[in-house]
């Protein structure tokens, strides 16, 4: 198995067991929410590397923090009234 595969199926792996974790807890609000937290540190390391999307520049980490917990509390808000 090469590096690339073994860290994808590691990512993929952590990510389910972060949003069990989440539903067990909190039900489908908090596995939504823990989405959302398991992938910042993505959003983290992809603006501290200057990560390009179809050779766009990335969003600045003052941008992005904010609106990663406006997601958060957006979905939170969303969920909670279905």
Known sequence: MTGYARTALLL???????????FLIGGRTGMMIA???AMFPANLYASQIGHR??????????????LQLLWIALLGWSVSYA
């Not at 999307?53 to 904010?66: F, V």
């Open 35 to 37: 989405l959302l937290i």
């Open 12 to 22: 993929a792996g952590m990510t389910a067991l972060f949003m069990a974790v989440g």
């Open 53 to 66: 999307i179809a050779g766009r520049p990335h969003t600045r980490l003052a941008l992005r923090l904010p």
